[in-house]
């Protein structure tokens, strides 16, 4: 059973950077697609960016465009997430997954506050 752990989060002011980290257990998730969610207090689960299982393609939300950078170490089988320029409203608990169909159990995710 592939499990999912999520790092990388913490508290940082408006205009700065975080570099988050999902690190899946099992080798089948480097075959598959992933991608990085975020839940906000209130709010349902949403995608904010997703890569193809060899990196070559990467697909972002457009509140992520230019902001954000996915990535992948499949030998890792670690999945990043570059965050610069966060924005108050990127606070929320960031999540991967497989992508598009979130195919394996939720990690515990990771949390991201962006202070003004």
């Avoid at 890792?76 to 169909?101: F, G, H, I, R, S």
Wanted: proline content about 3%; charged content about 15%; some cysteine.
């Amino acid at each position: 059973q592939v499990q999912l752990v999520e790092s990388g989060g913490g508290l940082v002011q408006a205009g700065g950077s975080l570099t988050l980290s999902c690190v899946a257990s099992g080798r089948t998730s480097s075959l598959l697609p992933m991608g990085w969610f975020r839940q906000a207090p209130g709010n349902e689960r949403e995608f904010v960016a997703a890569i193809s299982w060899s990196g070559g393609a990467t697909y972002y939300a457009d509140s992520a465009k230019g902001r954000f950078t996915i990535s992948r170490d499949n030998a890792k089988n670690t999945v990043y997430l570059q965050m610069n320029d966060l924005k108050p409203e990127d606070t929320a608990v960031y999540y991967c997954n497989t992508w598009p169909t979130a195919r394996l159990s939720w990690g515990q995710g990771t949390q991201v506050t962006v202070s003004s």
